[in-house]
């Protein structure tokens, strides 16, 4: 069987702001990203070897939500670049094989989009029906009982109209009216205008968010609500059962399908936060869908065992249909850091997961040199999120700036960035774990370089085999190619029984290689690959 590139290859997310700042104003930028491609990928064990980035939006935005409030669909924030700029990127990124996906935010644009602007300039405006207006009720309050993601209900009064629109985000991110043929149009035009520049897929935000239910029902009660929810968080105290998957939407992934296939070998990938069998439905009825909606389940464990890693591996690998691809994230733009939910020693074990399952693994910047959790001052919260809905909420601990070498700014600008760089950045950067044989960097160079090579991991079998307590073992097929990986979730060695001989080709720690009969040891924290 042929692999397409979104199968066989890993997928690195950049947050453009974060990554690399070219000019010296403390934001990153496109041209950031284009000096550091050689990093990703040059085709040498010295990089990374990843075969695709995906980069959040780089979009003409205000900047309420930091680029998910786009202005413009349809050329490039001036902080960032220009299409010019863009344009290289596209070229030099494809020079070394590295395909390029973008943010696609189809839900809501920008109040300052010019579309928006017409919409609440009058209530006959031609465009008034692009977004969603309603009265409000008799008594004054919102249509209805829906909440923002981000705290607060989610209808904004607005005066010069006197009427309320709805936005599930921010009230700077008004929700667009999908059931209107005009947006469904619009918005497709400006898939077609990035296919036609050359971009080889689309990570769509929240993608199933955008048909509501056409009476906007009020949402029931959630009867589980959790029990640290902020006072404001009325989302979080329903079921959002009416603003959210309506039957709808499938019809138009279907479309988003269509027009893809129209080009050659392109990908889309939705952000869905949903239940395992609702899951699965976004590849579509014959996988005329999503081509992997992402699968954030592994970031949902209550707790990080080798029990409940394997139970959720399980269960998708069971629920997968024959024409749906798997895939899995451990870290994002939108959740504290993989070293700081799991610790330092397990992130190398979740490394090692990440880049032996089967399905596509999507590695977020940063997450290569164990970055943790930054360290934002009160003052300093830029987060919508953590602006409205609390300090404990804010994503910018996961945004700080990559950490490239220990110089100041941690190499990432000359000046004071616009998040503060971690103080741990002398020590743990780039430049220093490159050097380090045993680095954390080392660790992810080695396992991206082995996946790429081995058919038995990027495409193989996969079946779980039984070992002690503590631990998760699998097999890996392809062929006469077997792989076994052991991974110890715990802080004890444990003895594993093996029936096969075998050679230990790589460690968690990069101390060891060697042959194995009978009976092995994994040390407290370490994960193994076994030649079979
Ligand atoms: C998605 C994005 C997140 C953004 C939200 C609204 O969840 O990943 O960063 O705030 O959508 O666009
Ligand atoms: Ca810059």
């Not at 994503?395 to 990559?402: A, K, L, N, Q």
């Not at 779980?464 to 503590?470: C, E, I, N, T």
Request: hydrophobic content about 35%; overall charge negative.
């Amino acid at each position: 069987m042929a692999y397409h590139w979104w199968q066989r290859g890993v997928i690195y997310q950049i947050y453009p702001r974060s990554f690399k700042d070219s000019n010296g104003d403390g934001i990153g930028d496109l041209e950031g990203i284009i000096q550091k491609l050689d990093y990703l990928n040059n085709g040498t064990h010295d990089s990374l070897g990843i075969e695709a980035i995906w980069i959040s939006p780089f979009y003409p935005s205000p900047m309420a939500d930091f680029g998910y409030d786009v202005a413009n669909y349809v050329d490039i924030d001036p902080m960032f670049g220009d299409l010019a700029d863009f344009d290289r990127l596209i070229t030099e990124a494809h020079q070394r094989g590295i395909k390029v996906i973008i943010d696609y935010v189809p839900n809501h644009t920008s109040e300052e989009h010019p579309w928006f602007l017409e919409s609440r300039s009058s209530r006959d405006n031609p465009r008034r029906d692009w977004y969603i207006w309603r009265d409000a009720k008799p008594d004054g309050s919102p249509p209805n009982n829906w909440g923002s993601w981000f705290g607060g209900p989610s209808w904004t009064w607005d005066e010069h109209t006197g009427q309320y629109y709805l936005h599930s985000f921010t009230k700077e991110q008004p929700d667009l009216n999908w059931a209107n043929p005009a947006v469904y149009q619009a918005m497709m035009d400006v898939l077609r205008f990035w296919l036609d520049r050359g971009v080889d897929g689309f990570r769509m935000d929240v993608v199933f968010l955008i048909d509501k239910h056409p009476q906007l029902l009020d949402n029931p009660p959630n009867p589980n609500p959790a029990p640290d929810l902020s006072p404001n968080d009325l989302a979080g105290r329903q079921l959002n059962i009416h603003n959210r998957e309506q039957p709808g939407l499938f019809k138009y992934l279907r479309d988003f399908r269509k027009l893809t296939d129209e080009y050659t070998d392109r990908v889309i990938i939705g952000e869905i936060w949903v239940e395992l069998d609702a899951w699965v439905k976004y590849f579509g009825e014959n996988g005329d869908a999503l081509h992997l909606p992402f699968n954030f389940r592994l970031l949902q464990l209550p707790e990080w065992n080798a029990e409940l890693v394997r139970q959720s591996v399980d269960e998708l690998e069971q629920a997968l249909p024959s024409f749906g691809w798997g895939n899995y994230v451990l870290g994002s733009h939108d959740i504290g850091r993989l070293a700081t939910r799991i610790g330092q020693d397990q992130a190398r074990i979740a490394a090692m997961l990440l880049l032996t399952l089967r399905g596509t693994p999507t590695l977020y910047n940063g997450d290569e040199i164990g970055m943790e959790n930054g360290v934002i001052p009160p003052d300093k919260i830029r987060d919508p999120q953590g602006i409205i809905l609390g300090a404990h909420r804010t994503r910018d601990v996961c945004r700080t700036p990559v950490q490239w070498d220990s110089s100041a700014y941690a190499g990432f600008s000359t000046v004071e960035p616009w998040l503060p760089v971690s103080e741990d950045y002398r020590s743990r950067n780039i430049q220093v774990q490159g050097l380090d044989p045993k680095s954390m960097l080392s660790l992810y160079r080695k396992l991206l370089w082995y996946r790429h090579g081995s058919a038995a991991l990027y495409g193989g079998s996969y079946l779980p085999v039984d070992g002690p307590a503590g631990t998760y073992l699998y097999l890996r097929e392809h062929d006469s190619e077997r792989k076994l990986i052991a991974l110890n979730f715990t802080n004890e060695t444990k003895a594993v029984t093996l029936t096969d001989h075998g050679r230990i080709v790589l460690s968690t720690y990069l101390d060891r290689e060697e042959a194995i009969n009978g009976e092995f040891h994994l040390r407290a924290n370490e994960g193994v690959i076994i030649e079979l």
